[in-house]
């Protein structure tokens, strides 16, 4: 019996997986499109319709989905009283309901780039990190996740290696007394502002290269007090 019971349990979990990895997916297709999205935009309705065409012809798992494709929630009732009707006698019918009431109201379900879970974002839809605590180390994927975002940063963008390459060695200065540290915040802001002027494109890179070499250079005939 508990076997019995943990094979559904694990049925339904491929079940809501695969349905929700699939509504990604559909997302991620359509959205490679916005111009056909904005003119003529994808309606929850015509979502559902996709995922049941897409499970009729993969049937997914097997029999019991092909007996209830989820617009057979909007059966045909007797208007104008009911508009919905549904029958939910199983866990799978509680997930198919709430996997319909998700997409009809258009809630934003993601995957989380650090565990890959699934997470709906609270704040900003554009989140890319969940919230959900990473094992017992007492952080969260959407704190580690700006960490990663910023070495990922770093890693692909030469003007930020640059940027981050001369706050080390400033850093580093300052630290052998060859920088004070108020010279070291004021540098860090100009740096950080000429940072953002480059990426913006109105600051030729090689000048920025060439303001940071120079920095290094002049920095101490900047201080002839300091002897
Ligand atoms: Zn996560």
Redesign the pocket.
């Known amino acids: 019996m508990v076997k019995k019971l943990s094979d559904e349990f694990r049925r339904l979990q491929d079940f809501a997986t695969n349905q929700i990895n699939l509504l990604l997916n559909f997302r991620e297709v359509i959205s490679r499109y916005p111009e056909a999205e904005a003119k003529n935009p994808t309606s929850p309705m015509e979502l559902l319709y996709l995922l049941d065409e897409y499970n009729r012809e993969k049937a997914f798992g097997g029999y019991f989905y092909l007996e209830k494709p989820f617009k057979s929630f909007y059966g045909v009732t007797k208007p104008p009283e009911v508009a919905e009707l549904y029958e939910i006698d199983s866990i799978t019918d509680l997930f198919r309901f709430e996997f319909v009431k998700m997409i009809e109201r258009e809630v934003r379900i993601k995957k989380?780039?650090?565990?890959?879970?699934f997470?709906v974002p609270n704040h900003r839809q554009d989140a890319e990190?969940?919230?959900?605590f990473?094992g017992d180390t007492g952080k969260?994927?959407?704190e580690v996740?700006v960490m990663l975002r910023y070495e990922r940063k770093v890693a692909s963008d030469p003007v930020w290696e640059v940027y981050k390459r001369n706050c080390r060695r400033q850093n580093s200065r300052t630290r052998a007394k060859k920088m004070t540290q108020t010279e070291f915040l004021q540098w860090s802001e100009q740096a950080a502002g000429k940072r953002d002027e480059c990426l913006s494109g109105t600051l030729p890179f090689d000048d920025y290269v060439a303001w940071l070499e120079q920095g290094r250079i002049r920095k101490p005939r900047n201080k002839p007090n300091a002897k």
């Open positions: 989380c780039k650090n565990c890959g879970r997470f990190y969940g919230d959900r990473i969260r994927c959407s996740g």
